[in-house]
T-cell receptor, first 114, second 114 residues
């Protein structure tokens, strides 16, 4: 079945430590790929996106993500987490590459400990 | 603030009542999307408009739901005969259209059906 999977429901990271959030997708062709962040009371904000080309993409707030076709993955990383990064993170795909419906994963909640 | 605006932010209604939500997209954005997000889940696509035309509807959009975008600007989402299962956050997003246009999300309307 076509799906977007975020295996980790909740992750806790110490401030200053590195972060990796996992995302796997199951679609026949490589979809457009996105990471969004949602803070309490805030709308979803786009962190970064992948359409084609360089498989390592840079985003806002120091985040990056790497597309791995062989693993159908698009994992989000940050070398040093700040307390303000605590939020919910969603991986999303545009399976039709049409700028229409996005399919979201269930999200990963990130907590940052001091 | 020129972001996507949603009204109301919160709505509590009794089961069986009708409710209507409004979304004002970013000016000049010709695509407008509605999503629903329940607790612990990622947003789920409901429908989208290209200008005033409703071009795609999800199977989640039962016949109790209707969305309009009469002049290609703001949009309304109406739910008739609300059920407790309709309790969710309803998110609106807009984009300039095109394959690679970024979708900007509003803060959502939280509906509670009692």
């Amino acid at each position: 079945a076509q799906s977007v999977t975020q295996p980790d429901i909740h992750i806790t990271v110490s401030e200053g430590a590195s972060l990796e959030l996992r995302c796997n997708y199951s679609y026949g062709a490589t979809p457009y790929l996105f990471w969004y962040v949602q803070s309490p009371g805030q709308g979803l904000q786009l962190l970064l996106k992948y359409f084609s080309g360089d498989t390592l993409v840079q985003g806002i707030k120091g985040f990056e993500a790497e597309f791995k076709r062989s693993q159908s993955s698009f994992n989000l990383r940050k070398p040093s987490v700040h307390w303000s990064d605590a939020a919910e993170y969603f991986c999303a795909v545009d399976p039709n590459q049409a700028g229409t419906a996005l399919i979201f994963g269930k999200g990963t909640t990130l907590s940052v400990s001091s | 603030d020129t972001g996507v605006s949603q009204d109301p932010r919160h709505k509590i209604t009794k089961r069986g009542q009708n409710v209507t939500f409004r979304c004002d997209p970013i000016s000049e954005h010709n695509r407008l999307y509605w999503y629903r997000q329940t607790l612990g889940q990622g947003p789920e696509f409901l429908t989208y408009f290209q200008n005033e035309a409703q071009l795609e509807k999800s199977r989640l959009l039962s016949d109790r739901f209707s969305a309009e975008r009469p002049k290609g600007s703001f949009s309304t989402l109406e739910i008739q005969r609300t059920e407790q299962g309709d309790s969710a956050m309803y998110l609106c997003a807009s984009s300039l259209g095109g394959q690679e246009a970024e979708a900007f999300f509003g803060q959502g309307t939280r509906l509670t059906v009692v």
